[in-house]
């Protein structure tokens, strides 16, 4: 489920009240400061799905998490990084890179928080796949495949997925 499908699944429980019970049938716990939030924000007479008004969920990204992350885009074989870049230098022990992207003539130096970047400019687009998002959810980066892992690098550094 991407993002904007989850705010449209929300948006059609404004006013209901068994909200909390349904989020946590979807194995999203939130706290009561950030369920009074959500509540508030669907009380707005504003339909989020038509860009009118926005709703943020919390997540608790941990650093763990981005450096499973950062190997999987990295490290990948097959898919990654790798296959886009015309010079590449990463290192799995301090999570940095120093890249150039095929059409660039610029390096870009990505870093954990570079990821921590993508991955929110990715859910915020409705781009994260189901299983980027479980991942999230489960806090195990290592699951995720190489192709959600390098959209969180290009989402970092370009603010898109520029390289299918």
């Not at 038509?50 to 941990?62: F, Q």
């Not at 993508?118 to 980066?141: F, P, V, Y």
Request: charged share 30%.
């Amino acid at each position: 489920m991407t993002t904007g499908h989850l705010i449209d699944y929300l948006w059609k429980f404004k006013g209901k009240t068994d909200l909390k019970e349904t989020l946590e049938g979807m194995g999203l716990e939130l706290t009561e400061t950030q369920l009074t939030a959500l509540y508030s924000a669907l009380e707005d007479e504003t339909d989020p799905v038509k860009g009118d008004a926005k709703i943020k969920i919390l997540l608790d990204i941990t650093e763990d998490f981005l450096q499973n992350l950062f190997i999987n885009a990295f490290e990948s074989g097959m898919y990654g990084v790798p296959l886009w870049c015309e010079e590449l230098e990463f290192s799995t022990k301090t999570f940095t890179a120093k890249m150039k992207p095929e059409g660039y003539d610029k390096t870009f130096d990505v870093n954990l928080e570079v990821m921590r970047l993508g991955l929110e400019r990715m859910i915020q687009a409705g781009e994260a796949s189901e299983e980027l998002l479980t991942d999230i959810k489960t806090g195990d980066g290592g699951q995720s495949d190489a192709i959600d892992a390098e959209n969180v690098v290009q989402f970092g550094i370009f603010g898109k997925a520029i390289y299918g």
